[in-house]
């Protein structure tokens, strides 16, 4: 079973910093693109970055760009997002996503994780 | 706001079909077959219901289908049931350097 455990949530200070972890089993991790996405209380989802299957080619978005930073460990099948410079719109439930893994086509967001809140505020 | 556009919220009785669109720009929608479905229930991480604009996952039901024309992508939903009333959100790859754009989402009701 493809699953995906997101960890390292929590309250921080505007200007603080926070790791984020994702856990992978179930599949051949290091052959996939993985993503994260998140999303603010009650609005839609965000795409916030990706990085490619050997971890070379990292990609984000403009609003996250130069204070996060993606990565990954294959030989431990585990995603990570740092985030340093937190303002209080960084405030989400930060889910990581697969892509390719349960469909043919890495062009979709196919396997999330349970999610993790990360809130900003003094 | 969001980068495609979605409206608000769709309904519809048990059995009957509803559709929701998304509507784009040619950076996205308009220049891509990479448009994926989503459905969200309340507090529940989101689950891959369309990609690719027309394919569906293994066990996803063939009541959801996908279809594209122009900038705009649609979600058909047929046959509603109760338990379809979620969220919906569309997304699309736009290329560098914006890379993957969602929908504000869409709520469905069931009445």
């Known amino acids: 079973e493809v699953q995906l455990v997101e960890s390292g949530g929590g309250w921080v200070q505007p200007g603080g910093s926070l790791r984020l972890s994702c856990a992978a089993s179930?599949?051949?991790?290091?052959?996939?693109?993985m993503r994260w996405v998140r999303q603010a209380p009650g609005k839609g989802l965000e795409w916030v970055s990706s990085?490619?299957?050997?971890?070379?080619?990292?990609y984000y978005a403009d609003s996250v760009k130069g204070r996060f930073t993606i990565s990954r460990d294959n030989s431990k099948n585990t995603l990570y997002l740092q985030m340093n410079s937190l303002r209080a719109e960084d405030t989400a439930v930060y889910y990581c996503?697969?892509?390719?893994?349960?469909?043919?086509?890495?062009?979709?967001?196919?396997?999330w994780g349970q999610g993790t809140m990360v809130t900003v505020s003094s | 706001q969001s980068a495609l556009t979605q409206p608000a919220s769709v309904s519809g009785s048990p059995g009957q079909s509803i559709t929701i669109s998304c509507t784009g720009t040619?950076?996205?929608?308009?220049?891509?077959?990479?448009v994926s479905w989503y459905q969200q229930y309340p507090g529940k991480a989101p689950k891959l219901m369309i990609y690719?604009?027309?394919e569906r996952p293994s066990g996803v039901s063939n009541r959801f289908s996908g279809s594209k024309s122009a900038n705009t992508a649609s979600l058909t939903i047929s046959g509603l049931q109760a338990e379809d009333e979620a969220n919906y959100y569309c997304?699309?790859?736009?290329?560098?350097?914006?890379?993957?754009?969602f929908g504000g989402g869409t709520k469905l009701t069931v009445l």
């Open positions: 996503a697969s892509g390719g893994v349960v469909v043919t086509s890495n062009n979709a967001f196919d396997n």
């Open positions: 179930g599949f051949t991790y290091k052959n996939y693109v």
């Open positions: 990085v490619g299957s050997s971890g070379g080619s990292t």
């Open positions: 040619n950076s996205d929608v308009g220049a891509y077959n990479y």
């Open positions: 690719d604009v027309t």
């Open positions: 997304c699309s790859y736009a290329g560098s350097p914006t890379y993957w754009v």
